[in-house]
T-cell receptor, first 114, second 115 residues
């Protein structure tokens, strides 16, 4: 079974702090993704990576950056947290770039910025 | 541009009855995949079922089936014999063959199964 692990389930940070959200997958998947989930908006893609050290902007990359130094690890960085970044953050991975390759998700990190 | 639309924010169904959750999509690429995910209140996203655009038959996985109508661009999820544990958010998602690697999601439908 694929396991995608997010380092924190709940996180509370102050405005202006630098925040790191960590994600690790154990199935040698090529692709990794960061989404944020907000009520009524569904899941929106922040960044994704299709290979080590490669990254692509998703639909809402502003205020975020990512790092993928190793295949199994994909980190989301909030450079200077703001209250509008309070959200549920979901990390996911997929085996290949084929259209039929499903996403496998972590349990999510609920981030509150005060 | 790719788009997924789920028009039912919330639905109720009686236990043991069947329920259909609607999903329509839009893409100009002839090769695409459609996925359904379940998100219980605990928060994890669980992959349920997949349908490829070239698949001749509707996908089925246990009590889940996908009513795929290509001409209408719809991919509705049918849950048969609903159980209390089916109460959750359900998301429809799509990935096309344009090489962007992106999966896009609908806004979800919250299903409540009544005893």
């Amino acid at each position: 079974d694929v396991k995608v692990t997010q380092s924190s389930r709940y996180l509370v940070k102050r405005t202006g702090e630098k925040v790191f959200l960590e994600c690790v997958q154990d199935m040698d998947h090529e692709n990794m993704f960061w989404y944020r989930q907000d009520p009524g908006l569904g899941l929106r893609l922040i960044y994704f990576s299709y290979d080590v050290k490669m990254k692509e902007k998703g639909d809402i990359p502003e205020g975020y950056s990512v790092s993928r130094e190793k295949k199994e690890r994909f980190s989301l960085i909030l450079e200077s947290a703001s209250t509008n970044q309070t959200s549920m953050y979901l990390c996911a991975s997929s085996l290949t770039d084929r259209v039929g390759s499903p996403l496998h998700f972590g349990n999510g990190t609920r981030l509150t910025v005060t | 541009a790719q788009k997924i639309t789920q028009t039912q924010p919330g639905m109720f169904v009686q236990e043991k009855e069947a329920v259909t959750l609607d999903c329509t999509y839009d893409t100009s690429d002839p090769s695409y995949g459609l996925f359904w995910y379940k998100q219980p209140s605990s928060g994890e996203m669980i992959f349920l079922i997949y349908q490829g655009s070239y698949d001749q038959q509707n996908a089925t996985e246990g009590r889940y089936s996908l009513n795929f109508q290509k001409a209408r661009k719809s991919a509705n999820l049918v849950i048969s014999a609903s159980q209390l544990g089916d109460s959750a958010m359900y998301f429809c998602a799509m990935r096309d063959g344009s090489g962007t690697y992106k999966y896009i999601f609908g806004t979800g439908t919250r299903l409540k199964v009544l005893a």
